[in-house]
Every structure is written in structure tokens, then in C-alpha cells.
């Protein structure tokens, strides 16, 4: 089997090239590295079935050779990402998702759209069911990430009907993991960077907004369970666990051994009070839920997250924080 993966060389894309050429998948990631970095991929340069190409999928582009799948995964994700690039975000969500589509059905290729569950917005209902159509500003600044997952999702469908092609859309929640960019603007590595530089840790509004973190090895696999389904309409992959923002800083700061203060700024437009999966879904056609609890799963992405810092800055973080990861000696508050 061949992959195309748009966005191979980003976060969630390159965990995605890892678990299909752990099953012998040949895999060409594409990637014009705006926001995707070469270091998430590095580790893959000496295996024979794997290439990179940079290119921009905005602009037409083409692959040689049979292709089995198309994973369309380029697109900024986080919000300092999609604020700074309004335009690349919505020309990768409308140009670059229906390139992809070409190349899909130029090969008879399958297809999976990543999209997202911010095509709720800020959702009216709690959990997010795929049934419900969501509550998005569309002139927002939140609207051009927003608007362009959305418009992708249509467009998806359109090639479905009209032309025949085989497609997935998989709705992703909150994901964190290994090569998280450090303060690229999401929770996680926002409160992570915040502390192991000494500042205060900063929270939105009241923290009393709730996000549901789900561990990046368990969308993979959801995503892989999905790949060879017959679903062709959206589909929750995430964590249904809810835990405030507040909650979830306090929790971080803890796990560091960091003493700085927690400080409230003013909440940004449009953002999401509530998010939550229903999975209900995605258990009854995929027999999937998640399996790594939140416990293990920010130890091992504060490993990474130490690691990347002194990758960065040339030293281990601070003595004062030596203990990130040493969860025996923490007493871990439920959420």
C-alpha cells in the first residue's frame, strides 16, 4: 500500500507517516513546511519507503506512480498559526483540499479529510454529536480556520457524490503529544513553554472553558480504523474526559514543579466555551475509544517537551524543574 499524506511533515502528519510505515506502508509526505518541520521527519530519512516532497498544495502538484491513499493533513492548526497566515489557511482549505481530491481521483485513490472540531464553533450543545451543524462566525478571526475545515468537508462530499470517490472525514479534537511546537499558541505547550522560561502561566477568561485532551497515539489509531470503514460522513475522533483550562494549567504546573503564578487575560473572539466528542460513533464502527489516560500521556510529552528545550536553548531546563516528568512524588488531583 502507498500513502500520500499532505502535511506529513507536521504534528499530527508525521505521527501518521510513523504508524503506516510500521506496517509496511510505502508513504510520500508533502509538505511546503510552513508550519510542518523537517525535524519531525528526520528520524525517517535512511527507510527506503519513505520520501518527502516540499510543495505547496495550493498550487496544483502531482505524484508519479500508483497511489492507494491521500491523507489531506496540510493546513495550520493552532491559533497563532491560522491568525498569522489568514490567507495560506483558507487556500489550503479550499485550493489545497480539492488538489488533493484531483490527485485522488486522477489515481482511484481513497481519501480521508482531517478536519476538526472546530466546525462546531462554539457549540450551543455539549458533547458535539456529528449531527449537529455547529455555531461558527463566519467573519470572526477564528472563521478562516473555521471556514476552510468546513468548506473542506463539503467538498469532500462533493467528490463523493459526483465523482465517486472513496472518502473519510475525521473530525479531530484537542490532540497533544510528541512535536507540539513549544508555545505554538495551543494549551499545552503554551503553559509548558510559560513555565520552563520562568513566566507566568496564562489563562483565558476564568479557565472555566473545558477541553477534552486526547493522547496523539489513540487518534492514530482511530484514524487508521477508520481509513478502511465504509463511513463516508464526519466522524469524532477525541477524548471524551472534559477538564477546564484552569484545571489543566494547575495540573501542568504541578507536573513541572513550577512555582509562578497563574495570571487571567481577557478571552479571545469566538472562543469555544465547551468542547467535548461524543464518540459514540466512532465506538460502534470502529470499536475505537481512547486508552492512554492524561497521566501517562503528559508524561511522555513532557519528556519531549524537556528534550526540545534543550534542543533549542543548548541546556536542560532549570534545576527547579528538573522533576517534570517524576509523576511517583506528585500527588495527581482528579479532573
Known amino acids: ?71 489531506n493533513f496540510a493546513s495550520p492548526a493552532s491559533p497563532i498559526d491560522y491568525l498569522r497566515l489568514p490567507i495560506e489557511t483558507l487556500h489550503v482549505g479550499a485550493y489545497g483540499t480539492h488538489n488533493a481530491l484531483e490527485l485522488a481521483l486522477a489515481k482511484g485513490a481513497s481519501f480521508l479529510q482531517a478536519s476538526t472540531s472546530e466546525c462546531y464553533g ?50 479531530i479534537f484537542n490532540t497533544y503529544g510528541p512535536r507540539m511546537r513549544l508555545n505554538d499558541g ?27 485532551f486526547c493522547y496523539v497515539s489513540d487518534l492514530i489509531e482511530g484514524i487508521y480504523r477508520l481509513m478502511p470503514s465504509s463511513e463516508h460522513e464526519p466522524v469524532n475522533i477525541g477524548n471524551p474526559e472534559e477538564t477546564t483550562i484552569l484545571e489543566f494549567a494547575e495540573r501542568i504546573r504541578m507536573l ?19 468542547r467535548c466528542p461524543d464518540i459514540s460513533k466512532a465506538r460502534r464502527l470502529l470499536n475505537w475509544e481512547p486508552k492512554v489516560n492524561l497521566e501517562e500521556g503528559l ?22 524543574l528538573a522533576t517534570a516528568s517524576s509523576f511517583s512524588s506528585q500527588v495527581i488531583p482528579s479532573i
Not at 46 to 68: E, L
Not at 256 to 274: C, S, W
Request: charged share 20%.
Open 1 to 71: 500500500m502507498r500513502a500520500v499524506i499532505t502535511g506529513g511533515a507536521g504534528f499530527l502528519g508525521s505521527h501518521l507517516c510513523d504508524y503506516l510505515l510500521a506496517r509496511d506502508w510505502e508513504v510520500l509526505a508533502i509538505d511546503n513546511l510552513v508550519t510542518g518541520a523537517e525535524t519531525n521527519v528526520r528520524h525517517l530519512a535512511s527507510n527506503s519507503r519513505f520520501k518527502i516532497m516540499r510543495c505547496d498544495i495550493s498550487q496544483r502538484f502531482d505524484v508519479a506512480g500508483p497511489i492507494d491513499y491521500v491523507l
Open 122 to 171: 462554539d457549540p450551543q450543545f455539549s458533547p458535539q454529536t456529528e449531527s449537529y451543524w455547529g455555531n461558527v462566525n463566519p467573519i470572526g478571526p477564528r472563521g478562516v480556520y473555521d471556514e476552510a475545515k468546513r468548506y473542506g468537508e463539503a467538498i469532500v462530499m462533493a467528490y463523493h457524490r459526483k465523482h465517486g470517490v472513496d472518502t473519510r472525514i475525521v473530525r
Open 186 to 212: 495551543r494549551a499545552l505547550p503554551n503553559f509548558v513553554f510559560q513555565a520552563l522560561t520562568g513566566k507566568p502561566i496564562t489563562v483565558y477568561g476564568t479557565g472555566q472553558q473545558t477541553r477534552s
Open 256 to 274: 513541572l514543579g513550577a512555582r509562578m503564578p497563574i495570571i487571567f487575560e481577557p478571552l479571545p473572539q469566538d472562543d469555544p466555551k465547551q
Open 299 to 320: 508524561r511522555l510529552t513532557l519528556d519531549a517537551f524537556k528534550k526540545q528545550y534543550a534542543e533549542n536553548h543548548g541546556h536542560a531546563i532549570p534545576p527547579d
